[in-house]
């Protein structure tokens, strides 16, 4: 383990007893955690390509219903019609308030494909926490070594949050932008032209900023447990664990 800042003293100036501890800055740890990732490369990705699984399922149905949007707010009768021949659940013609004003409509995300989105986000949680769990008990002799030498319980904890939150992030940006693209495509392919001259950009970027957002929260939810597991681990007791 590389060398850190060494805390030697055992009596702070009040005269109270403190531990013998190693302090590793950031930068050293974030070094330490992209070497770990390297080294199980192919784990990780599996992790990873289960979160861009969610994550562009998640973004394709949030982009797609911005798409819906930007063709209902043309006010064009022909893509309303075709709107709802497509199967989004809307009234033949506009609401109208008692002056005859025409109200504001939105096209929501049906409670069928919410369920969809919140199941297969929480699948790949749970499949997050299954290979962080596998990862800590591949990483036992590690995590008793970095102790002996003085690591906190911190600094393991700071390790695996590292490592998540990276792979979190790229799959999350990885599956948002994907979801979102295909989203699109489909746009075109059902709506024609019109998908793309009356798109909302700025609708479907904040639909993959809340992908991305999500996806890389979902990884560090994941996890959380294991990475407590692993820092509150002894080191005797990793120490012994036989590979």
């Not at 740890?29 to 990873?48: A, P, Q």
């Not at 861009?52 to 309303?80: T, W």
Request: some cysteine.
């Amino acid at each position: 383990m590389a060398r850190g800042k060494a805390d030697s003293a055992f009596f702070d100036t009040g005269g109270k007893k403190i531990s013998r501890q190693v302090v590793l800055p950031f930068r050293k740890s974030l070094e330490i955690s992209i070497k770990s990732i390297r080294v199980r490369f192919f784990r990780s990705m599996i992790t990873v390509i289960g979160l861009i699984l969610a994550v562009a399922f998640l973004g394709f149905v949030l982009a797609g219903a911005e798409v819906a949007s930007g063709l209902l707010h043309s006010g064009d009768p022909e893509l309303r019609s075709v709107l709802i021949k497509s199967g989004y659940d809307l009234p033949a013609e506009p609401p109208q308030d008692g002056d005859g004003r025409v109200l504001p409509e939105s096209v929501g995300t049906g409670a069928k494909e919410r369920w969809i989105v919140i199941l297969s986000l929480l699948v790949c949680t749970v499949g997050i926490v299954n290979a962080q769990l596998m990862a800590v008990t591949e990483r036992f002799r590690e995590i008793g070594t970095m102790k002996c030498l003085g690591a906190l319980d911190s600094f393991v904890l700071r390790l695996f949050l590292l490592e998540a939150g990276m792979q979190g992030l790229a799959g999350a940006i990885i599956g948002a932008v994907f979801g979102a693209v295909a989203a699109l495509l489909a746009g075109l392919f059902r709506f024609g032209a019109a998908a793309l001259v009356w798109l909302p950009t700025g609708g479907v970027a904040l639909a993959v900023g809340v992908a991305v957002v999500v996806g890389f929260v979902l990884s560090l939810v994941g996890v959380v447990y294991p990475a407590v597991v692993a820092a509150r681990m002894r080191p005797v007791e990793a120490m012994r664990v036989q590979e």
